[in-house]
């Protein structure tokens, strides 16, 4: 495979070229194998560290808190940011709970929001003179 120097174009930018380089040979070093898994690799480091979108595992590069190594070996997930990982939790709760519901309880959780939007007067169609109007 002829190795893409994706990071470094990217990386050079913020980064020292040698931290950048060191962070594209690891990448090789672990999934040369695979031209799908190092272009995935190397895309989900730089969407994961650039400094404006995630400035406790910038920094923590930057100042040598974490090593080239570790870095590559972690999973998008454990690469997110704190605010990320919330928002991906409560997606996985909502999901959990929506799988669950039987087919009576969304029938009830959909006639109450409308009896809610009732009750609000709130106007479905905003050409008619009262709510339910059609």
């Known amino acids: 495979m002829a190795r893409v120097h994706i990071l470094q174009t990217f990386l050079g930018k913020n980064f020292e070229f040698r931290l950048s380089l060191a962070i594209e040979n690891e ?31 910038h920094s923590a590069l930057v100042a040598g808190d974490i090593s080239v190594t570790f870095l590559v070996g972690l999973s998008v997930q454990e690469m997110a940011t704190d605010e990320k990982k919330r928002s991906r939790a409560s997606s996985l709760q909502n999901a959990f ?12 959780q959909r006639n109450s929001v409308l009896f809610e939007d009732s009750t609000k007067k709130t106007k479905l169609f905003p050409n008619s003179d009262s709510v339910g109007n059609f």
């Open 27 to 57: 990448i090789y070093k672990q999934f040369y194998k695979s031209p799908e898994a190092y272009i995935n690799k190397a895309t989900s480091i730089q969407n994961n560290i650039h400094p404006q979108k995630n400035t406790v595992l």
């Open 97 to 108: 709970f929506e799988s669950r519901m039987t087919e009576k309880t969304r029938k009830f």
